[in-house]
Structures are given as C-alpha cells and as structure tokens.
C-alpha cells in the first residue's frame, strides 16, 4: 500500500513534442504529490506538486493532472528540450510526516 | 531558496573502516530531515528519519546499527556508515523539510557517491 508505481521506465520523445510521465498510489493518506528531476550525480530537484484539491497545476511547461478518484497522477513536459533529458520521478507522501515514497523513475531523452 | 549541502559528494574507502556523511540545511533550521539510498539506476529508497535531539526512525530493513545517524542541531544531520563493505557502495542522499506558509516542502542534497573497496 505504500508503493507508487511509475510508467514508462523510459521515454524517448523528439524536440518539441510532449512527454508525459504517469503515476498511480494505493494509500488513500498521502496528500502531496510532487515531481522530481534529477541528473546523473545528483540530488533530485523538485520541478512541480500537487494536492489532491485540485486537479491539474501548470508551471511553465510544466503540468500535473491528478485524479483523486482513480489513484493516479501525470506530469506532462510541453515542448520538451534536450536539457529536459533526466530521470524523472513522482512522489507521494502525507503531510504529517513528509516521508517521500518514490516512483521507480522515468529515464527522459529528448531528441534533439 | 532553499539550500541543502551535503558533505562530501563522494568518497571512497576501504572496506571495514567507517565514513561519517553531513548534511545541512545552510539557510533555515529542519528539526525533521530523512536520508536515502539509491542503486544505479534506480529509485530513492528511504533509510531512516533523523530527529533533531532524539533517536533516528529507521526504515524496515536497514540496520540502525550499521547506519548511524545523528541530528546533533537543527541544521546537521550526520550518517556514519560503520564498517563499510562493498555491498555498502551506494548514492546516499539527505532532504530536510522546510515549514512555508503554503506548506512544507522537502529540499535535497546533491548526494554523496560512497565507493567501498
């Protein structure tokens, strides 16, 4: 139950066109879900998070769409750029611990 | 922003000596930061939950033992991995949560690249 699991493994997208990365939890508790990018080497960096009060945020290029319902949340890159190559990973957690379970990740490469 | 440090970024050691890894919270105080393990490839796994002034909360299969941690003040939490193996060589990340007005976000080191040898 405390397992988010994350699809695709891996994306290959051209330049430009839209990546969308897809996520789904079981726990009924967690109440935060952000996104992560990270580069080889490095720490993860939070790119966008939702709550389940709404149902889809924008940041840019950036888009979370959340289905409370169905348990399952997406980010979608519009536009996406060669630097956009990264893993990605969604996570999910409840607000009064803050303890991140992660998605398995999505290696991003965008060709340019 | 937020700033999360962590010391060193890599390291490399004989197997069965020990090797401390700090992380700190450079511009704001994080009474709760957790730490993390990641294979090659593979996702973040949480080790364990450091408390500033108290004992860590360790993960379901991690030895407290072996993975110590100290939250000495509210801005550094250390872990001391003790008589490293090979099997120990690892990314090892920390993130300490920083409480805003719209909510608490979690904010991550750039890791710390443990090679045992």
């Known amino acids: 139950q405390q397992q988010v699991k994350q699809s695709p493994q891996s994306l290959i997208v051209q330049k430009g066109g839209i990546s969308i990365i897809n996520c789904a939890y079981e726990n009924t508790a967690f109440d935060y879900f952000p996104w992560y990018q990270q580069f080889p080497g490095k720490g993860p960096a939070l790119l966008i998070a939702i709550r389940p009060d709404v149902s889809e945020k924008k940041e840019g290029r950036f888009t979370i769409s959340f289905n409370k319902s169905a348990k399952q949340f997406s980010l979608h890159i519009m536009d996406s750029q060669p630097g956009d190559s990264a893993t990605y990973f969604c996570a999910a957690t409840t607000s009064g611990t803050y303890k991140y379970i992660f998605g398995t990740g999505t290696r991003l490469k965008v060709l340019a | 922003g937020a700033v999360v440090s962590q010391h060193p970024s890599w390291v490399i050691c004989k197997s069965g000596t020990s090797v401390k890894i700090e992380c700190r919270s450079l511009?704001?105080?994080?009474?709760?930061m957790f730490w993390y393990r990641q294979f090659p490839k593979q996702s973040l796994m949480l080790m364990a939950t450091?408390?500033?002034?108290?004992?860590?909360?360790?993960e379901q299969g991690v030895e407290k033992d072996k993975f110590l941690i100290n939250h000495a003040s509210l801005t550094l939490s250390t872990l001391t991995v003790t008589s490293a193996h090979p099997e120990d060589s690892s990314f090892y990340i920390c993130s300490a949560n920083l409480k805003r007005t719209s909510g608490t976000e979690a904010f991550f080191g750039q890791g710390t690249r443990l090679t045992v040898v």
């Open positions: 511009d704001f105080q994080a009474t709760t």
């Open positions: 450091s408390n500033e002034g108290s004992k860590a909360t360790y």
